[in-house]
């Protein structure tokens, strides 16, 4: 890890024009980690810009006073000395944004998911998947640099990192919270952040409509497999009838995480006419393993795909997958 961080340093010193971008629909922990890195760059005098698409990222407006988020241009062909991917490790999780990977005389690529399809060339990766999220490999690569900021930018970009932890561990309820995490959430404390305070503006900031969308969602729920499975769907009829942006919602899988006797939560959230954006969710499966063979990816435990098709049908595939797992896992 010292030899990559002081690659890392070396590079960022060499660059003028500096990069950062995470995967499409950007969460909690790549997006904030990217907020967090560049308020680093910055305490090394370095500008920088974080790309990402037309996201709604209201709800990220307590961390994102100060900082440079542009909306993603393809007309944008200008020459990039440096380049940062977060939470993110194939092109296809890029989108139009793969694009930045070729303007870039040199990409750093950060993220703490199992190698998908498609992987990115880079010049300097470090994948880790023992680590809690991506805002926590750049606070064990640059913690140093960190400290060094001003009080102001310590408790920031403290207040990042402790939102990426927030995502990827659903406030610590998931399978991956142990004692590093406890660990570095410790260390944040030491920064001035006010744990009480971000979880109330990450998870308890929600809007009347948000929630409506919500209950009609688990008005879905339907069982599978002796309720060893449990799907549900969002159309998008109801995130128009409630004047929502899908990257505006929190992922709906964490309202249901405490059904007694699941082994998986299958989440089918249509983005478009016959596009289905599913969240995968299990304690029990290798739920990655399913998202892969749809081009997606992320954790044993908690993954992601994007599939087209009508609802029946993309419902019909995703079960047939479910019960052969149920059925190797319950062999095992």
Not at 206 to 216: I, L, W
Request: some cysteine.
């Amino acid at each position: 890890m010292n030899r990559i961080t002081q690659d890392i340093l070396l590079a960022i010193g060499e660059a003028q024009d500096i990069a950062i971008t995470t995967h499409v629909n950007p969460d909690g922990d790549g997006f904030c980690a990217a907020l967090a890195l560049q308020r680093v760059l910055h305490g090394l005098g370095k500008d920088s810009v974080i790309y990402t698409d037309e996201d709604d990222l209201s709800r990220y407006a307590y961390v994102m006073e100060g900082s440079g988020v542009k909306t993603y241009s393809s007309s944008i062909t200008s020459a990039i000395d440096l380049l940062f991917i977060l939470d993110c490790n194939s092109y296809d999780r890029l989108g139009q944004r793969s694009n930045l990977v070729d303007l870039a005389a040199k990409t750093i690529l950060l993220d703490h998911h199992v190698v998908e399809n498609n992987p990115i060339k880079a010049d300097i990766a470090y994948i880790e998947p023992a680590y809690v999220s991506v805002g926590a490999i750049l606070y064990a690569l640059l913690k140093p640099q960190i400290l060094s900021l001003s009080e102001v930018d310590r408790k920031y970009v403290g207040d990042c990192i402790y939102t990426t932890i927030l995502n990827d561990t659903n406030n610590y309820a998931n399978a991956n919270t142990n004692r590093a995490v406890y660990e570095l959430s410790a260390d944040l404390c030491d920064l001035g952040i006010k744990p009480h305070v971000l979880y109330k503006e990450y998870f308890l900031n929600h809007s009347a409509e948000e929630m409506r969308y919500v209950g009609e969602t688990l008005a879905t729920i339907e069982l599978h497999f002796n309720r060893k499975v449990l799907t549900m769907v969002s159309t998008l009829e109801m995130m128009q009838r409630n004047n929502l942006n899908p990257d505006s919602v929190m992922n709906i899988t964490r309202w249901v995480q405490g059904v007694n006797g699941l082994y998986a939560i299958v989440y089918f959230r249509e983005d478009a006419p016959g596009l289905y954006k599913l969240s995968l969710r299990s304690v029990n499966l290798d739920v990655n393993k399913i998202a892969i063979r749809y081009g997606g990816g992320g954790h044993r435990q908690a993954s992601g795909c994007t599939v087209k098709g009508k609802l029946e049908e993309v419902k019909a595939l995703l079960l047939s997958d479910f019960e052969t797992a149920v059925k190797e896992y319950e062999l095992d």
